[in-house]
């Protein structure tokens, strides 16, 4: 699987399971929603905080430490998903205490296809080298999942390419928008239906350098 570009489209819709007042996105760890507090030194286009700094530290290193014991025998390449992994991804392999043996990290492109929240046809830039898929086991690393479309899809790609096996670590969730059936195997927070930014995610380009996940003003997505 020298390079692809692809287009797809989303799959038909599905619900995430509710058992004893927890959402379920088939998988069994507890995963935190949003906090209340608000963080000092907030930019003025944030209305609110939903993860704070502190809080996705504390986070990042429980999920550091799960993906270092499940991965510490299978030499995994960790695969961020370009733009918006960049900053997750750097803290993630930084957590994972013991490095496993054998780690390599890589990065692939997905090209955003909306600036907020109307969905479309997807296109993608990916080119990964044939000996860091056939036999290897693969961490996908993704800032948020909301359709699930790109994951979908990449993980089809590398599964297709001969991976032997591929899981997802998706920063945020945000399961009430999922379109197509996947689900990530770890999470740092389930998110509502908002349009966040910060911690590598942006909006038009702007916030990724943010140190939390803040929701935007309405006033500034509406401007879009
Ligand atoms: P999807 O899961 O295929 O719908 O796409 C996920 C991608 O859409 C993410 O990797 C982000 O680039 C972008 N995205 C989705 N929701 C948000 C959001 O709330 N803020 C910023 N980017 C988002
Ligand atoms: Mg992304």
Redesign the pocket.
């Known amino acids: 699987m020298r390079t692809a570009h692809s287009r797809c489209s989303?799959a038909s819709g599905l619900q995430p399971s509710v058992r004893n007042g927890l959402k379920l996105t088939r998988r069994t760890r507890a995963v935190p929603h949003a906090s209340q507090t608000q963080a000092a030194n907030v930019h003025p286009d944030i209305d609110r905080v939903l993860f704070t700094e502190e809080a996705i530290r504390t986070r990042v290193n429980v999920l550091g430490r799960e993906l270092a014991e499940e991965y510490k025998d299978k030499k995994p390449v960790v695969l961020g998903?370009l733009?918006?992994?960049f900053v997750f991804t750097a803290d993630l392999v930084r957590a994972l205490q013991p490095v496993p043996n054998g780690l390599y990290i890589d990065f692939i492109r997905?090209s955003?296809?909306?600036s907020?929240?109307t969905?479309g046809d997807?296109t993608l830039s990916f080119s990964v080298r044939p000996d860091l898929v056939e036999g290897r086991h693969i961490l996908l690393v993704?800032?948020?999942?909301?359709?699930?479309?790109?994951?979908?899809?990449l993980r089809g790609l590398l599964l297709k390419g001969g991976a032997a096996s591929v899981k997802l670590v998706?920063f945020?969730d945000?399961p009430e928008?999922?379109?197509?059936e996947?689900y990530p195997d770890y999470v740092g927070f389930e998110?509502p239906n908002?349009?966040?930014?910060g911690y590598g995610?942006?909006?038009d380009e702007k916030y990724r350098s943010l140190p939390y996940i803040g929701k935007l003003k309405d006033h500034i997505i509406g401007s879009k």
């Open positions: 989303a998903v733009k918006g992994c997905a955003s296809y909306r907020s929240s969905a997807l993704e800032d948020i999942i909301d359709t699930g479309v790109t994951l979908q899809f998706a945020l945000k928008r999922r379109k197509a996947i998110c908002e349009y966040v930014v995610l942006d909006f």
